[in-house]
């Protein structure tokens, strides 16, 4: 399904293709074969750019045009998932809910408007190095398997789903595919995994000025003078708390300071180094694992 689609539209699409697949109605053109599984990406345009959330939202989230989009969002996610349960699918069916990246740069503007936080208590947004533009939310259902209300702190990144879906399907990667993608099963089988599976995810800007940080375990990195890549407003920096500095990187303990207002670059150096040499490695290989 694509954005092009439309919203509602592509929704309504998933369910109808939902209930041919349950038995609920006929639709010969999907070409179901209801003894196999089905796989669907539903990619919505919303809260994605242009903010145009339907008539029937409007005003629904007492945080303008685009908090009435990501309501929208989610009544629509709420028909997928209500349609699984009616037609008995859920017990057998993996749900992931998740996005790309984090909020554009609007949701400076929309903080003074409406005093909605897209990035919650993050700094960064889409396109830069900080938490804000990369930390997300991951949400999976999977009744018998994934324990409800569990919460796990891992580092794990999208990319890993190619590996996890191969282990869970019994299938082997070639050693060209998936070179950085680690299986996060064993995450949500809920195993008592006392060591980190992934240490390390790279983060980068947009071009045509391309920076990249790396983050590894509780450290973040960032192999430039800033992890600003849209301007982030002064008086943003001075709500966060954020101290200024005049070092060519930054450097955060994120299990400290998850915020990233104070730059331990200076106090540090032998984790900088430490974390320079790793992101150079791994650019030098082309892959991370």
Known sequence: MSK??????????????????????????????????????????SPHEPIVPNKAFLGSSGAGKYGDFVVEIDHYVGKMLDTLDRLK???????????????????????????????GSL???KRDTWEGGHRLPLLVRWPDVVRAGRHCDQLVCLTDWLA?????????????????????????????????LR??????THTPRVHFAI????????????????????????????????FPGELFNLEHDPQQTVNLYGEYPEKVRELKALLCQIKKAGWSQ
């Open 123 to 125: 700094r960064g947004i």
């Open 199 to 204: 240490e390390s995810v790279i983060h980068h």
């Open 164 to 196: 996890t879906f191969a282990e869970i399907t019994g299938q082997k990667l070639p050693d060209n595919a998936g070179e950085d993608s680690v299986s996060i099963l064993p995450l949500l089988q809920d195993k008592n995994i006392t060591f980190p």
């Open 89 to 119: 699918l859920s017990d057998k069916t993996i749900v992931i809910f998740s996005s790309d990246n984090g909020p554009e740069s609007t949701c400076y503007e929309r903080i003074k408007d409406y005093g909605h936080y897209s990035m």
């Open 4 to 45: 092009g689609e439309g919203q509602p539209d592509s929704a309504m699409k998933v369910v109808e293709y939902i209930e041919t697949y349950g038995g609920e109605r006929e639709n010969p053109k999907f070409r179901l074969d209801r003894e196999k599984p089905f796989f669907i990406y539903w990619d919505p345009p």
């Open 215 to 246: 983050r590894n375990k509780e450290w973040l990195y960032i192999d430039y003078i800033t992890g600003d890549a849209n301007a982030e407003p002064e008086w943003f920096r001075k709500e966060r708390g954020v101290h200024a500095h005049g």
